[in-house]
Nanobody
């Protein structure tokens, strides 16, 4: 069964850093774009960063200059390096991937289970 598994969340003080990882596993033909979203209590889920199969990246304005998304295609893994963290970055972070499974050969969106990031002031 195809799945995304995140790791790396936790509690950090403001100004600190965390690195999230998300690995796709299962019967995968190709991983297209991958991204990170977050959802804070009482708020809608929002895009944080996305990276295409060609390594083009896009970031939410609120994280530009502080977060960096990258990927390792050999490992079907995407990373989110988060620096200069702020209390307003506190949220559950979800990994998303557009993945083409081996069968059926139809791309679909997959989500991870989420990992909590808490930034204390």
């Amino acid at each position: 069964q195809l799945q995304l598994v995140e790791s790396g969340g936790g509690l950090v003080q403001a100004g600190g850093s965390l690195r999230l990882s998300c690995a796709a596993s299962g019967s995968i033909f190709r991983v297209n774009s991958m991204g990170w979203y977050r959802q804070a209590p009482g708020k809608q889920r929002e895009l944080v960063a996305v990276i295409t199969s060609g390594d083009t990246t896009n970031y939410a304005d609120s994280v530009k200059g502080r977060f960096t998304i990258s990927r390792d295609n050999a490992k079907n893994t995407v990373y989110l390096q988060m620096n200069s963290l702020k209390p307003e970055d506190t949220a559950v972070y979800y990994c998303n991937g557009e993945i083409l499974p081996r069968w059926p050969l139809i791309p679909n969106n997959y989500w991870g289970q989420g990992t909590q990031v808490t930034v204390s002031s």
